[in-house]
């Protein structure tokens, strides 16, 4: 999907989730038959901290920090944004579809999920989230649950599975850095 070509995120608007368990990653449980992940790390300290950590994930500086390019209809703080995540060299890319499902863009716990549309090589949903907890300490937050959907991502079986345990760790990364208010 997208090869050679860039979809236009306002193409997906209606369309429907590749999965029944929308808004799921803001339950107790994730659902099963999916795998799942959930990785927590302290990335800073106050409520400046806070502030800092939140404009990055909602600035989809942890999307970035992997190299995806993103094209959005609108903030990844607004529940219904199409956003098209693309991989890969400009009009080379693979693009990749989500609709964002949550958000909350104020208090003490901030960040938003999306959840996969047509075309996107895997079927499920993530949730980015900061919060200050009463220590003062600000912690990021990954919630997945996902299948491999594509017959390109199946074929790439555990290599697919070694990607998103790599995403995962350049998130925090990315997040941790914005955190202490560095630009890269």
């Known amino acids: 999907m997208g ?10 608007t209606d369309a429907p989730f590749t999965y029944a368990e929308v808004g799921a990653t803001g339950d107790a449980l994730l659902p099963t038959g999916y795998h799942l ?4 790390a302290v990335v800073g300290s106050g409520p400046a901290a806070l502030e800092r950590a939140a404009a990055a994930v909602f600035g989809w500086r942890a999307q970035r920090s ?8 609108g903030p990844a703080g607004t529940p219904g944004t199409v956003v098209v995540l693309t991989a890969g060299l400009p009009r080379l890319g693979y693009d990749i579809p989500c609709r964002v499902v949550w958000a909350s863009t104020e208090g003490e716990l901030r960040g938003f999920s999306y959840g996969t ?6 079927s499920g949903e993530e949730r980015f989230t900061v919060r200050l907890t009463e220590d003062g300490d600000v912690v990021y937050t990954i ?3 996902f299948r491999l959907a594509s017959p390109a991502a199946r ?3 555990p290599a697919s599975l070694l990607l998103q345990r790599a995403s995962t760790a350049r998130y925090v990364s990315a997040i941790r850095r914005a955190t202490a208010g560095r630009t890269y």
Not at 3 to 12: G, I, Q, Y
Not at 117 to 122: A, I, K
């Open 143 to 145: 919630r997945v649950f």
């Open 117 to 122: 549309l047509p075309g996107h090589p895997e």
């Open 155 to 157: 074929l790439a079986g």
């Open 37 to 40: 992940a959930e990785h927590c």
């Open 66 to 73: 992997v190299g995806l390019r993103i094209r959005a209809t």
């Open 3 to 12: 090869l050679l070509r860039a979809l236009d995120p306002a193409t997906f």
